[in-house]
Every structure is written in C-alpha cells, then in structure tokens.
C-alpha cells in the first residue's frame, strides 16, 4: 500500500532529477541561444514534475499522520 506508493515516489523522483541533471548540463554545454531555450523549457517540465510528485508525497504523510 502506502510504502510501495512512496518507495514509487522516491524512484520517480530520482529518475526526474537524473533527466534534470541532464538537461543541465546540455544547458551548459551550448552557445546556441534557441537550444537554451528548448533545455530550459525542458528543465521548467522536470521541475513541474518534481511539485506534482511532492504534492502527492506531502498528501501521503498527511493522511499517515492523522493514522497514527
């Protein structure tokens, strides 16, 4: 239940900052003004992913803390 659900959130969240750690350092790789561009939309997509996740983590202790 719950622990499969945040052991899920953790390996999520790992692979989101993986695929940010990539962006980054493509975004510091290049000259090219429109390829930035593109990297930091693709950065701003991963860190929206991020909040969703830690919306979701947040709602699951919640709801663990009134359990105990």
């Given at each position: 239940?719950v622990?499969?659900?945040?052991?899920?959130?953790?390996?999520?969240?790992?692979?989101?900052?993986?695929?940010?750690?990539?962006?980054?350092?493509?975004?510091?790789?290049?000259?090219?003004?429109?390829?930035?561009?593109?990297?930091?939309?693709?950065?701003?997509?991963?860190?929206?992913?991020?909040?969703?996740?830690?919306?979701?983590?947040?709602?699951?202790?919640?709801?663990?803390?009134?359990?105990?």
């Open positions: 239940g622990v499969e659900e945040l052991a899920g959130i953790r390996s999520e969240l790992r692979a989101i900052g993986i695929n940010i750690n990539q962006v980054t350092r493509h975004f510091n790789g290049t000259v090219h003004d429109n390829k930035r561009v593109l990297l930091a939309h693709q950065a701003l997509e991963q860190y929206r992913k991020v909040e969703a996740k830690v919306s979701l983590l947040l709602s699951l202790i919640s709801q663990l803390a009134k359990e105990w």
